[in-house]
C-alpha cells in the first residue's frame, strides 16, 4: 500500500549524506491523526532545497494529500516553497491548487541540515545528539548516531580503566616478565579491547540494543578484569 511505502521509505532511506542527495522525513500533525511524509531530491544549501514532495496520510493509512514544490528557501525562520502543486484526496473525489508560494513546516531547521550534510565522525558530541533526536523525530533509524556518541562519551572511561588495566605491569616485580614483554602484552590487550569495542558496537546496531549497552558493557568488562588485576599484583 501507499502508506507502507512511505513508511518503509522514511524509515530505511538514509537522511545522512552530503549535498544533492536526498533527504526523508516524517511528521505527526498536530491535533489530527494523520502524519505527513516529506522528500527533498536535492540539499543545495542548508537554506536551499530543491524538488519537495510530501504526502498526509490517516493514522488507517489512507492518502489524504499528495503534493509538490519545486523548490524551498529558508526566510524569516520558516520554509517557503515555490510553485507548489497540491492535491487533496477526499472519499469521493480530488481537488487541485497551485501556490505560487507558500509556508510549509518542515520538522528540520537549517542548522539541523548541516549536521545532516556532514558524516556523522565529524559531528561534536551536541550535534550528535540533536541530529539523532531529529532522526528519531521523523521515525528513522537513529543507531549509527547513537553509536558513535556513546563511544564518545566512554572514551574518557575507557582509557581511564586501560590506565588501571596496565598498573599491575609498572608495579609488579621485575621477576614476573621484561620489560619488552610487559610492553608487548600491554599492546596486544589494548588491540583486543579496541576491536572487542567496536566489535559490540556493530553487533549491539545490527540487533537493535540499546547503544549505551554495547558503549558501555565492553569498559564494564575490562574495569572488572583491572580491577581483578591490580588485586592480585
Known amino acids: 500500500s501507499t502508506a507502507a511505502y512511505l513508511k518503509q521509505s522514511a524509515q530505511t532511506s538514509s537522511s545522512v549524506q552530503g549535498l544533492e542527495k536526498n533527504l526523508w522525513l516524517r511528521q505527526p500533525l498536530q491535533n489530527t491523526q494523520r502524519q505527513r ?7 543545495l ?3 536551499h532545497l530543491q524538488g519537495i514532495r510530501w504526502f498526509e ?36 473525489r480530488m481537488r487541485s491548487s497551485h501556490q505560487a508560494q507558500m509556508a510549509l513546516a518542515l520538522p528540520v531547521s537549517p542548522s539541523e541540515l548541516q549536521d545532516a550534510v556532514q558524516e556523522p565522525e565529524n559531528l561534536n558530541t551536541l550535534s550528535l545528539w540533536r541530529y539523532a533526536n531529529v532522526l528519531r523525530n521523523s521515525g528513522i533509524d537513529a543507531s549509527t548516531y547513537d553509536k558513535i556518541l556513546w563511544k564518545r562519551m566512554m572514551r ?12 599491575p ?3 609488579g616485580s621485575q621477576r614476573m616478565a621484561n620489560t619488552g614483554q610487559r610492553l608487548m602484552i600491554g599492546i596486544l590487550v589494548g588491540m583486543v579491547f579496541f576491536a ?6 556493530n553487533l549491539g546496531q ?6 549505551w549497552i554495547t558503549a558501555v558493557a565492553p569498559v564494564l568488562v575490562m574495569f572488572m578484569i583491572a580491577v581483578r588485576r591490580l588485586r592480585t599484583a
Open 196 to 201: 572487542a569495542t567496536e566489535m559490540a558496537g
Open 57 to 92: 496520510l490517516e493514522a488507517q493509512g489512507q492518502l489524504r494529500l499528495s503534493a509538490q514544490a519545486s523548490s524551498a528557501q529558508w526566510k524569516n525562520n520558516q520554509w517557503q516553497l515555490q510553485q507548489a502543486q497540491i492535491s487533496e484526496i477526499s472519499p469521493d
Open 169 to 171: 605491569f609498572v608495579l
Open 37 to 43: 511524509f516529506i522528500h527533498v531530491d536535492i540539499i
Open 45 to 47: 544549501t542548508t537554506e
Open 206 to 211: 545490527a540487533s537493535k540494543l540499546p547503544a
Open 156 to 167: 574518557p572511561l575507557a582509557i581511564f580503566v586501560m590506565l588501571i588495566f596496565a598498573l
